[in-house]
């Protein structure tokens, strides 16, 4: 299958703190020898979109005690809580650092806690500690350590100022700034530097699992790759694709992935276009809310894209129209060829990159507004601008009315 961990870090149930430390090194040994192998994430390759990543050949974790988490937690008090997903709950920490900060200046990260002793999620624990812990790059977020004890099976990362994607473009209350167009543009653009970086090595990594509550964002809104758990080395040489029970978030699995369980690097790139949609749209990749025919968004949306015309009728409303037009549509474009049908027709992840970066160094600065349409914006700052958009469902008070999580494919 070219893959992947060996079988030692497979059959390991953890159930001991002293097992910990070669489960990881195993882990992190397994992923980077599997990826070096062939490796040109090296600067050496010369691929633009890869000159920021390495491969961390003695990866720099820490291993924290049970207690050290708890105090950075407040013992993972409700009110430091950031999240749940289908690992478990992500709360803030504080970490008084032997080796950053200062004392008294302790250093800000996010604590993931496993739910409970599920053994998906041990298998998870330790694709993300073997991928994220050998693989380095800005748009990838940084995996700090990890703790094993108790029973308990927890990881720390960098903390990630500006939380996830979803959050900002699904988030409701008056903590949620809807996101402008030129801070979307730069998410896209990260976002797909980290998925490039990925898939920039022959022996590729395919992550399995894009999708907007996996890309965190930092206190400028730089873009990075969370979440690892599902991750898998590419196929060998020989082969196009890897097979594999199907996992991953409905709305954004790649459809023969879902109907074959053939996972090909362009499976990733299905997933990206969909992000993509939900980026000018501000509308989930699936929500079983929504009326029968518009619950898939790839299905619902795809005519919309092709037209300029009929774009400007399902673009976010949140964005009161302050973008500019012609680029839009060519990231409809883009998007559109991301998510082809047929893997080989949809573009390689590079190709996107610099697609993006063409569409953003293209774009002309946005006339300032005149008195009059600023009225006119502020007079609909709550009301779709689509309102007559043949897509716009009235019973359900407009096309962002309800929104859920997309459900997890296992
Ligand atoms: N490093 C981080 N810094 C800040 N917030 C984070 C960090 N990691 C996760 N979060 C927050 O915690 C939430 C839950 O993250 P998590 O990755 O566990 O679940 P998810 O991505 O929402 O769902 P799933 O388990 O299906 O991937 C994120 O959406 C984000 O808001
Ligand atoms: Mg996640």
């Known amino acids: 299958m ?26 992190t040994a397994s992923t980077v020898s599997n990826i070096s192998k062939n490796s040109q994430f090296s600067a050496a390759s010369g691929d633009e979109a890869c000159l920021h990543g390495q491969i961390l050949l003695s990866p720099n974790l820490r291993e924290h005690s049970l207690a050290e988490l708890r105090a950075a937690t407040k013992n993972f008090r409700a009110d430091a809580l950031l999240g749940e997903g289908g690992f478990g709950k992500v709360y803030k920490g504080w970490l008084e650092e032997k080796g950053h900060g200062r004392k008294g200046n302790p250093m800000v990260i996010a604590v993931k806690k496993l739910k409970s002793d599920s053994l998906q999620g041990i298998e998870e624990w330790q694709s993300e500690v073997g991928f994220l812990g050998s693989l380095s790059h800005p ?24 939380g996830s994607l979803e959050n900002h473009l699904f988030g409701r209350g008056s903590a949620v700034t809807p996101l402008e167009w030129d801070t979307r543009l730069k998410i896209a653009i990260g976002a797909a530097q980290g998925l490039a970086f990925l898939h920039a090595s022959d022996n590729q990594v ?25 991750a898998k080395l590419g196929p060998s040489e020989s082969k196009s694709h890897l097979t594999t029970r199907v996992m991953g978030t409905h709305g954004y699995a790649a459809p023969e992935y879902v109907t074959t369980g053939h996972l090909y690097v362009k499976s990733d ?26 619950e898939n968004l790839v299905d619902w949306i795809k005519p919309y ?87 716009y469902v009235k019973q359900y008070g407009g096309i962002h009315a309800y929104q859920t999580t997309p459900p997890r494919l296992r």
């Open 139 to 162: 748009n990838l977020v940084k995996l700090l350590g990890y703790c094993w004890e108790d029973h308990e099976l927890l990881l720390t990362y960098e903390f990630m100022q500006k």
């Open 2 to 27: 070219g893959i992947c961990w060996g079988s030692p870090v497979d059959n390991h149930t953890p159930t001991t703190t002293g097992h910990l430390s070669s489960v990881v090194s195993q882990a």
């Open 269 to 294: 790139v299905y997933g990206f276009g969909v992000v993509l949609i939900e980026i000018l749209t501000g509308l989930r990749a699936l929500d079983e809310n929504r009326p029968t025919g518009q």
């Open 206 to 230: 395919i992550y399995r699992d894009f999708k907007a509550s996996n890309i965190l964002l930092d206190g400028s809104y730089t873009a990075k790759l969370s979440d690892f758990g599902l």
């Open 305 to 391: 894209l092709s037209e300029r015309r009929k774009l400007k009728n399902v673009m976010d409303f949140r964005l009161e129209g302050k973008y500019p037009s012609r680029s839009a549509f060519q990231v409809a474009q883009l998007a559109l060829q991301c998510i082809e049908k047929e893997q080989k027709n949809r573009p390689p992840m590079k190709d996107v990159v610099e697609t993006l970066e063409q569409i953003k160094t293209n774009e002309k600065p946005i006339e300032p507004r005149t008195r009059a349409s600023r009225l006119a914006s502020n007079c609909n700052a709550h009301q779709p601008l689509h309102h007559n958009s043949p897509i």
